[in-house]
């Protein structure tokens, strides 16, 4: 059944008027689900009953549901895990700080990049996500915000998945999440993340969006980002980095690299050094990330004294820096690390 995100005002005027009703209650019902957050037909009470019927037999409102919720202790941090239509899942993180409400969302089922430190590609890529199942969990926290008064204020496709290996439906689901009349989202507030998929950068740049793009980066040469990021291998990381500059020019925008820090691997004086002579020429910031433990993976994080070290190096080449301390650790907030947790025990449950 087809989703009624998928519809846009017109056309759903054009099923009303079908109906024989009047068009403008098109606008009643977005109001209903866009604003009030209700998501069931029966709940629209100035709408006939013959026509919720109707439309009830025609759209769906939610095709993902929610499976699990998990807050952290300091309350920053909520993690919620869907399920999907076909019964897999995939989760999204809210993080709020201040006043943000930030939404980290998945793009797909699993992720094809397998990068050695993450949970959402252990098991590789499952599928892609719909616009609207990636649309809807932004859609769902913002119902959920909207008990406490709140509603979301940036979204970033950091969840699981590789968003420019599901190019047109991440691409759909910014336009969705960004029209007036759904959750009005300005573009500068969504910031869209990805592994290196070159034609992924060069199709991005020519959209001529306001959609921050950021790169993940984990290490200073094709070498070891290879080792780290086993996808890393299909493109040379100087293809990535002339793409992500010349995103950076056309956009005017600053580029900013994710840098995961594991310890003993890519946390070394020369490994910062080697990145702030690849780097120094940009207008870039780096975001260090120290690594946020994987349960089965043996990797470390690295001591505090270190990550210090790995910025000074940076700072005196010039590189902004900017530490990003992992929130909502008690509820393994990092990518796909929920679903994970969850799959391992159903498949426990089900052996
Ligand atoms: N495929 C995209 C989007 C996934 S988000 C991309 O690679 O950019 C990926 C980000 O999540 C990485 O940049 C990394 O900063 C973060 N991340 C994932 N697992 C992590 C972990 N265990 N510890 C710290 N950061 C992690």
């Not at 999204?92 to 959402?120: D, H």
């Not at 892609?128 to 979301?152: C, P, S």
């Not at 990805?194 to 200073?220: K, M, Y």
């Not at 940009?282 to 690594?291: D, E, G, K, R, S």
Request: hydrophobic share 35%; proline share 3%.
């Amino acid at each position: 059944m087809q989703s009624l995100h998928n519809l846009s005002l017109e056309e759903l005027m054009q099923f009303l008027s079908k109906e024989g009703e009047r068009p403008f209650r098109a606008k009643q019902i977005f109001h209903w689900i866009y604003e009030c957050k209700v998501d069931h037909w029966e709940k629209m009470t100035d709408l006939s009953k013959n026509l919720r019927f109707r439309l009830k037999e025609n759209f769906l409102i939610s095709s993902i549901s929610q499976r699990n919720i998990q807050e952290s202790k300091d309350e920053e941090t909520t993690k919620f895990l869907w399920e999907l239509s076909d019964g897999k899942l995939v989760e999204s993180v809210l993080i709020c700080s201040e006043k943000r409400r930030t939404v980290c969302v998945s793009s797909q089922v699993g992720c094809p990049a397998r990068c050695a430190f993450c949970a959402s590609g252990q098991e590789g890529l499952m599928r892609n996500l719909t616009a609207v199942e990636i649309f809807e969990q932004v859609y769902q926290i913002d119902k959920f915000l909207h008990l406490k008064g709140e509603r979301v204020s940036h979204v970033v496709f950091m969840g699981m998945g590789e968003p420019f290996e599901n190019y047109d439906n991440v691409l759909k689901a910014v336009y969705l999440l960004h029209d007036t009349l759904r959750l009005n989202l300005s573009q500068r507030r969504i910031t869209v993340s990805t592994v290196g998929v070159v034609e992924g950068i060069r199709r991005f740049t020519n959209e001529n969006l306001q959609v921050n793009l950021v790169l993940s980066l984990h290490a200073p040469n094709q070498h070891l980002r290879k080792k780290i990021i086993p996808y890393a291998r299909k493109y040379s990381l100087e293809d990535i980095i002339e793409a992500m500059v010349l995103f950076a020019k056309k956009s005017k925008r600053n580029i900013t690299y994710e840098y995961t820090l594991i310890k003993g691997i890519n946390d070394l004086p020369q490994h910062a050094e080697e990145l702030g002579s690849l780097l120094k020429e940009q207008p870039c910031t780096v975001n260090l990330i120290p690594y946020n433990p994987v349960p089965g993976l043996r990797l470390q994080r690295p001591e505090k004294e270190m990550i210090e070290n790995f910025r000074h190096i940076l700072s005196s080449c010039g590189i902004v820096t900017t530490w990003r301390y992992t929130k909502g650790k008690d509820i393994a907030a990092a990518c796909g690390q929920l679903a994970l947790q969850e799959r391992k025990h159903v498949d426990f449950v089900a052996s």
